[in-house]
């Protein structure tokens, strides 16, 4: 009887560790297939980023792939553009250098143009100044002056000595040029007039640098010949070109 009863409880016991480490099993294998969920869920999730990073970098790959095509085809454009200058570029550079050329000759042939003029008009500024020069030295050897003035004076008045004759000259001389000085004016009826004009200040420029200056006013004598001066002269002129017209034609 103790046997069976040993027995039993052997049994009993026995079933109850059985039914303890399954539980334990179960527990096991529940927190292994929870552990595996979980895995799978990490999974699915790491699979939708991974899918999601995928898409990303298609998108960012698509849209690279056209800025690249975009920068081909601008510079296809950019080089078409650069044959397109080149040539025109040549174009420009060879209607320059057709222009130059024709400048060149044009200069050239307006230098020896000019080398001829200056030739010719030197030749007639030289004339012109031997004529000049000739026409100077006659009137300086008609001119008379002071001390000719004198003489012909002493000649005219015998009973006055010549240096008295000088210091009436003088003094006339003096006397008019201390009228003028002072503003006066000076008539001598039938032969003309003296006076002094005022010329105004104003603003006018340097001839050589062009620099705007300021010009003072000044006074500068003047002289207005008389109505019998000028048609003495005026007379005797007409009397000896006539007299040189007449003894040409005989």
């Known amino acids: 009887m103790e046997s069976a009863f040993h027995l039993v409880s ?126 100077t030295d006659e009137s300086a050897s008609k001119a008379i002056t002071k001390s000719g003035l004198i003489e012909k004076v002493a000649g005219r008045t015998p009973h006055i000595s010549k240096k008295d004759t000088e210091v009436v000259v003088n003094t006339i001389f003096d006397s008019m040029t201390e009228a003028l000085k002072e503003g006066r004016r000076i008539e001598i009826r039938g032969f003309g007039s003296f006076q002094v004009k005022i010329r105004e200040a104003r603003e006018g420029r340097n001839p050589k640098t062009g620099e705007e200056v300021h010009i003072p006013d000044k006074r500068t004598p003047f002289f207005k010949v008389g109505k019998e001066l000028k048609e003495m002269v005026d007379s005797s002129f007409a009397a000896e070109h006539q007299g040189a017209s007449e003894g040409s034609g005989e």
Do not use: C, P
């Open 10 to 135: 052997k049994l009993n016991l026995a079933e109850q560790t059985e039914e303890y480490e399954l539980k334990q099993l179960g527990q096991e294998i529940q927190q292994e297939l929870t552990i595996e969920n979980e895995l799978n869920n990490g999974l699915e999730q790491l699979a939708m980023k991974v899918n999601e990073a995928m898409h990303n970098f298609q998108h960012i790959l698509q849209k690279q792939i056209v800025r690249q095509e975009n920068k081909n085809n601008e510079i296809k454009t950019l080089n078409q553009h650069e044959i397109i200058g080149n040539k025109e570029f040549e174009h420009q550079n060879e209607r320059y250098e057709a222009e130059i050329k024709e400048y060149d000759t044009n200069l050239t042939q307006r230098i020896d143009e000019f080398e001829q003029n200056w030739r010719v008009n030197s030749k007639l500024l030289a004339q012109k100044r031997d004529e000049l020069e000739q026409e």
